[in-house]
């Protein structure tokens, strides 16, 4: 699966940016799909993720203004991020596992990463 992230960009605060994750090589109908971040200095952290099935999981920062989707006739995940905040800067990468669990580590499959910076 060769994953390929978009979106990122400068925000401010309180502003909306919507990132896209195109997938080619397979199907994402049948896996599980996640966001994860990097900011500097700190470890790269699950931030959403969303099941074959639908199922979702936000981490506890980003829940109530993050949404992630899928559209599997185009074959892409989209994350939605609302309420921006100088914290939610960090590099966005996206992810794919077999794993239907989406807290299950490691995903096999990532993007190359689309920056987001948001500034007060």
């Known amino acids: 699966v060769q994953l390929q992230a978009s979106g990122g960009g400068l925000a401010r605060v309180g502003e909306s940016l919507r990132l896209s994750c195109a997938a080619s090589?397979?199907?994402?109908?049948?896996?599980?799909m996640a966001w994860f971040r990097q900011a500097p200095e700190k470890e790269r952290a699950i931030v959403a993720g969303?099941?074959?099935?639908?199922?979702?999981y936000y981490s506890d920062s980003v829940k109530g203004r993050f949404t992630i989707s899928r559209d599997n006739a185009k074959n892409t995940v989209f994350l939605q991020m609302n309420s921006l905040k100088p914290e939610d800067t960090a590099v966005y990468y996206c992810?794919?596992?077999?794993?239907?669990?989406?807290?299950?580590?490691?995903?096999?499959?990532w993007g190359q990463g689309t920056r987001v910076t948001v500034s007060s």
């Open positions: 090589g397979r199907t994402l109908r049948s896996v599980t």
């Open positions: 992810a794919a596992s077999p794993n239907f669990n989406i807290l299950t580590m490691p995903y096999n499959y």
């Open positions: 969303i099941s074959w099935s639908g199922l979702t």
